[in-house]
């Protein structure tokens, strides 16, 4: 009920916002990687339209593999039930994947808070964070939160079938992926080397990589490359890891000379995740979401490409709002309150702003 009532409130926000710019939801909550999904879903990766082009305006055999299968696919099941259109399936599968994707946080959070209003202060933070907006799109964020959120539950609780298979099937649906495969495979060789739950956890290690195995061999097959994936990021996108330059580099310009409204706030809210992966060490929070979060920021922060994708590509980085979620919750009530009223106001105004008012992509 906590997400939801947030989510319908970020759209009826974005519904605001899009009257306001003589823009319609339907076509904001479809737009950007929207489109490329719901053309996969509809058509698969060979009949995507001609018209669809990367981020410089081409179009390559090999550009709709970029976008990896997890969801089209689930959307395209979604479809053939009686009643459902594409836009009307997408919608639902990011709908039930947010839902998914609470529930693992109120278990994450109540696991290392120690109290249910943690839990639940973490679903409300999640759903308002900013660029949030996405868990309500045809994009695919909803579901890979919601399968890294519940991967993350099975390290915590030991439960290594759960966090093998959630981590395989996350690897076909984001390249974000790879820092889950690297925690839980990390978390499965702690065990092994200190004798704990037997051979279990070596079923955990051997399922994480299998999805991403799959899909970036299967590219490199359609390719005729060994690194097909990454070069065509590279060739389409621009995306590519240079340790941060371009990030540091976009942060200095942005703060010292007269740029959007987006773009300065785009800069704050990383720094602030910056600030949020230093308290999670100093809260001493269990290793492997602390792990989980600094490998997401580093492969969004390190990478280059499109800055104003930055926060967006934030959101699986959840275990950042522990801390927070601690501090509220040992606050007055109304404290509480009206600072995650504020932190939900923030959020929908932003998401809204980028889709709406912001003319680039996401």
Not at 25 to 48: K, M, Q, S
Not at 53 to 78: I, K, N, Q, S
């Amino acid at each position: 009920m906590v997400y939801l009532a947030i989510r319908l409130f970020g759209l009826l926000v974005l519904s605001l916002l899009s009257a306001a710019n003589d823009e319609t939801v339907r076509d904001n909550l479809r737009a950007w990687d929207g489109e490329w999904y719901l053309e996969i879903a509809a058509h698969g990766y060979g009949g995507v339209s001609d018209s669809m082009v990367d981020g410089y305006g081409h179009r390559y055999p090999e550009t709709p593999l970029a976008f990896f299968p997890g969801y089209p696919l689930l959307v395209r099941l979604v479809r053939q039930f009686p009643g459902f259109g594409l836009d009307g399936a997408a919608t639902t599968v990011s709908l039930i994947a947010g839902i998914v994707a609470a529930y693992g946080l109120a278990r994450i959070g109540r696991s290392v808070g120690g109290t249910r209003g943690v839990g639940l202060l973490l679903v409300a933070l999640f759903a308002a964070s900013p660029m949030s907006v996405t868990l309500s799109m045809a994009y695919s964020e909803a579901l890979f939160c919601a399968l890294a959120a519940w991967a993350l539950v099975g390290v915590l609780e030991r439960n290594w079938l759960l966090a093998g298979l959630c981590c395989a099937a996350s690897g076909l649906v984001r390249p974000t992926a790879a820092a889950l495969i690297g925690v839980v495979g990390l978390a499965a060789l702690v065990a092994l080397v200190q004798r704990k739950d037997g051979w279990r956890p070596l079923l955990g290690a051997v399922l994480a990589p299998a999805g991403m195995v799959l899909y970036v061999g299967w590219v490199a097959v359609q390719t005729g490359e060994l690194g097909g994936y990454f070069a065509l990021q590279q060739r389409g996108w621009s995306s590519a890891f240079d340790g941060g330059v371009a990030t540091a580099k976009f942060a200095v310009e942005t703060l010292s000379q007269n740029k959007s409204v987006l773009e300065t706030f785009t800069v704050w809210i990383v720094l602030a995740a910056l600030v949020l992966l230093v308290l999670c060490v100093r809260a001493r929070m269990p290793w492997p979401l602390v792990l989980f979060a600094f490998a997401v920021l580093a492969m969004d922060l390190g990478s280059d490409g499109l800055m104003y994708s930055k926060v967006r590509l934030l959101l699986p980085a959840f275990p950042l709002l522990i801390p927070v979620a601690i501090g509220l919750a040992n606050r007055r009530t109304t404290t509480a309150v009206c600072s995650t009223v504020l932190i939900v106001c923030f959020g929908a105004w932003f998401g809204a702003y980028a889709l709406t008012a912001w003319s680039y992509a996401i």
